[in-house]
């Protein structure tokens, strides 16, 4: 099993960026699938990125395609969530989750095992 400790929220105005991180203790993160949700008060959870193992293949919500995108620092065992051209509408908690592999890249929760607590992300206009 693994541990998933997110950090890299924060208050940020429209137009700038954020950078999240997803580390993971207690086993590599390359034998896991990674998926990126998020939510915000009364509105649903929410796949915004995921990426597959071992082949890197990612999948991004079309509400952030072109802004977001995944980076990863092996070494630290650590995935990231670069996010450029933030808008009000990106404001929410996100959480990264990771699925054991075999596994297949998708941004629906279902399958995902393990969660972390959370980071929340606010963009003022």
């Known amino acids: 099993q693994v541990q998933l400790v997110e950090s890299g929220g924060g208050s940020v105005q429209t137009g700038g960026s954020l950078r999240l991180s997803c580390a993971g203790y207690?086993?590599?993160?390359?034998?896991?699938?990674v998926g990126w949700f998020r939510q915000a008060p009364g509105k649903e959870r929410e796949g915004v990125a995921a990426?597959?193992?071992?082949?890197?293949?990612?999948m991004y919500a079309d509400s952030v395609k072109g802004r977001f995108t995944f980076s990863q620092d092996n070494a630290k065992n650590t995935l990231y969530l670069e996010m450029n051209d933030l808008k009000p509408e990106d404001t929410a908690m996100y959480y990264c989750?990771?699925?054991?592999?075999?596994?297949?890249?998708?941004?629906?929760?279902?399958?995902?095992?393990?969660w972390g607590q959370g980071t929340q992300v606010t963009v003022s206009s």
């Open positions: 990426i597959s193992r071992p082949y890197g293949s990612t």
């Open positions: 989750a990771a699925e054991p592999r075999p596994c297949t890249v998708r941004l629906e929760a279902v399958g995902y095992d393990y």
């Open positions: 207690g086993n590599t993160l390359n034998r896991y699938c």
